[in-house]
């Protein structure tokens, strides 16, 4: 499977993916050889039911709104280079990415980037806040039946009582950051397959 992924991918087309992603060489054609196996339509695209054959998305409760974020806004499809950029999100940051030039662009698997990447699995409307009906939902994505729609509205009140400093009734991305200023994730945002 590597030898059919690195002779349908350019070197040029490596090289451009490794600087933009991060990601090895041997990730990028491990990654191509995974998409071309998803691939089912062999039309060099994903569509939504293509990752919903995913086992790992099928079981998440997330499930849905990870694989929303592969799509730009009023697409359907996904080539391999929004694939691999998507994906690069979850890529660990390497001790030597840490001290890069401050002029060049930030990577994509930044923590801020990271941290943007999850507020935008909260923010259903896309509307640059999470609502108390926003965060609801998303919970009720998470734990399904199991607490009633009063619990799951007295944790989305409280949540957004301690992360709401603006007073608007919201979360906004900054406020997002502030609350998740301790939690590791570089740890909770990796995806084993890279590895």
Do not use: W
């Amino acid at each position: 499977m590597g030898s059919r992924a690195s002779t349908l991918l350019r070197d040029e087309e490596i090289e451009e993916i490794k600087k933009e992603t991060g990601f090895s060489h041997s990730q990028i054609t491990r990654l191509y050889s995974r998409f071309t196996s998803l691939d089912k339509g062999e039309n060099g695209t994903l569509s939504r039911e293509d990752f919903q054959r995913i086992p790992e998305l099928a079981i998440n409760p997330l499930g849905d709104r990870i694989i929303n974020a592969f799509f730009p806004e009023g697409e359907d499809q996904v080539n391999f280079r929004g694939f691999i950029r998507t994906l690069s999100h979850f890529r660990p940051i390497e001790d030597n990415e840490k001290s890069k030039d401050a002029n060049a662009a930030e990577p994509l698997n930044s923590r801020s980037n990271k941290l943007l990447f999850a507020f935008r699995l909260y923010d259903l409307d896309r509307d640059d806040k999470i609502s108390r009906d926003e965060l609801q939902q998303v919970l009720r994505m998470m734990v399904g039946a199991n607490i009633s729609d009063e619990q799951l509205g007295s944790i989305a009140d409280r949540t957004i009582q301690e992360a709401d400093v603006d007073g608007d009734g919201a979360i906004c991305f900054s406020e997002f950051v502030k609350v998740l200023e301790k939690v590791d994730v570089e740890q909770k945002m990796s995806i084993r397959f890279l590895h």
